[in-house]
């Protein structure tokens, strides 16, 4: 009787090893779906970008000696002739494609191959900052008083094109991305924080959407990337040949989170 006991029992086990490696195959074969459903089929055609700063904060595509020589606006045009000059690819005719990153700054295909930031695929370039006074810098939905229509927003006629997008900056040791999916949250994982942002009319500037420090009349260089993150469920070929437009706002506010008046 034991001896069949015994029988049952290592049955019992060998079934179960073997429920749990189905379970995990069928789990890695999910996380991923979204790859397998895109493989080099999803391309995103052409874009708009504009990146807006508030009250006492300037940018540029270069660092300047004095405040007055950066500027509150840069336009698609400006961005794309510099990613010419410095990656050779045009930004309207050549289509992000899905990649996904670990680190953001390097960049992988579905098949485990680099993609180059001179491809085109994915977006690379350097934002310099300056401020007029200390602040800490954050992204906001909300439009300026001054400039309605302004405030950060991806767009796209297909409206599952911007959850797939994501943004990230990154300057002194740490990184910032925003997931446009995510909402009005914020996870931060060593060095590395993902955010969301609600709606202009909810927004507010608080530690979940704060960035980095400004130091007055200091020049402050920011890496910028941006992608279309492959392993985000949101990335099908429903997206494929989608147009979009990406608007960035930055805002600033004193080191205890209150903001300046405009």
Known sequence: MKRNTDRI??????YLSALLMLLALAAVTAATVAWFSIADKTKVKSMSLDIVSGVDLRMDLDPHEALDQYVKTLSFDQIAERMKQEKGFSMQETPLEP???????????ENGTAAESTSGVYLEFTL????AKDMVVHLTSADSSSGAGDGTEVTSENAALPPA???SFATDGKTWI?????????VTE??????????????????DNAMFSMK????????VHIWMEGTDPACTDGLKGADYAIRLRFEGTEEDGQPFSE
């Open 9 to 14: 029992s290592v049955r019992s086990r060998l």
């Open 216 to 223: 007055e009349g200091i020049n402050k260089e920011v890496k």
């Open 190 to 207: 060593g060095t590395t924080t993902t955010f969301g942002l609600p709606g202009k009319n909810e927004m507010e500037l608080n530690s």
């Open 128 to 131: 310099h900052f300056m401020a």
């Open 178 to 186: 925003y997931d446009p999916g995510m909402e009005n949250a914020s």
């Open 165 to 167: 997008m994501r943004i």
């Open 99 to 109: 990649v996904t990153t670990q680190d953001e700054a390097t960049f992988f295909f």
